[in-house]
DNA sequence: GTTCACTCTGACCGACTGGTCAAATCGCTA
DNA sequence: TAGCGATTTGACCAGTCGGTCAGAGTGAAC
């Protein structure tokens, strides 16, 4: 708001624009990489800049050189998630085969989930929250890309090459599935024990799930 | 630890034993329910005595007259809600038929997603932060119910009752999948519409799926 | 209506948290 | 290698949080 002020100095380099140090690109990573692993394990509100910095191996006043606020290290991170998150659904392709479509959309999500967990904590903390900071992309990317894909399903069902499913339940239970591998891995390892993995058995049953669920 | 000292002093009534005056029926109950609603909201950590006495409508001296610690209010929460969430697990009987059995596991598990959205949210908080409070009770009570559970569904598939499915990824399947619609309710509603009833959606979708993958 | 245990509260405390700042240090370039 | 902006830090601050405490208020049994 003002900047005529006391305080509206926390340089980045990227006063005027864009071009980023060396030290700036790499520190800059380095409080994202440790924002990601305690957010997602604490929430946000659970999660305190001196972990945080302990954690990216920075003291916490150079944490705010490089970022003006815990509020905006998170906002950070929170901007990429959607937009990774929701990458494998933009990948489904209308002209494909739908079974095998939806089939590797499933299976790109269980990948995710088995690859990303940190990510996919961090969203469900967001969900579970209520999601205060990222209303704006859930009513608007979110439904948009999702009912455009659901069109597409709704496509080929009426075309016979699918079950009549609904379409929206059935992207949710493709993340419901898939995510809760994440989400609630330590409940997962719990009952399958220790020396199970869990995403092994899960996608030989997914697999069998939705191949079931949509043979027309 | 040490009793003789100072601040031992936290009477609930029940120093003895059990006589729980009226006040203290009430006003415990009155906390228990300020605690869920704010716990399920914003975690452990995000939540504050202060927010609870309010939400309770008592003072925060008052809180810390009938409980301890903040630690023991969410400690005395989560006691009772393993056992409640599972409750239909324990329900499932192995002389059933099998599908039934499990179909209706299944709907009495989106029943309570419906009716009791706070505890979801309660129990997938602290199963994202990797469940710290409730180890135990997870190693142990929740692996002996699921695998029990899991040896009566095993036996139904030999039997032929029931397509070879995974039985512990068949009963992920089903918390995930309904507990799905209430933890991340926010981002359901987002992509349906303010309009629609997504329960009303999930239970016909379910039904069809569970119908589907369970054929023999 | 006195009594005594139960209930409640305002004032307070030490620890922690997000954030600031002046000054020290670093590292690139001319 | 001198200079100057980029980077880093110790000391500090105001607000919040969980929790304590001495004492005031309350209600039911006698």
Known sequence: ?????????????????????????????????????VFSAHGFRGSTLDQIASEAGLSKPNLLYYFPSKEAIHAELMAGLLDIWLAPLRAMKPDGEPRAEIMSYMRRKLEMSREMPRESRLFANEMLQGAPRMEDELGHDLKTLVDANAQVIRGWIDAGKLAPVDPHHLIFSIWALTQHYADFEVQVRAVLGPDTDPFEGAGQFLDMLFGRLLAP
Chains 1, 2 share one sequence.
């Open 1 to 37: 708001m003002n900047d005529t002020g006391n305080q509206a100095r926390f340089a980045q380099g990227q006063d005027a624009d864009k071009p980023l140090t060396r030290i700036q690109k790499l520190n800059r990573s380095k409080i994202l990489e440790a924002a990601l692993e």
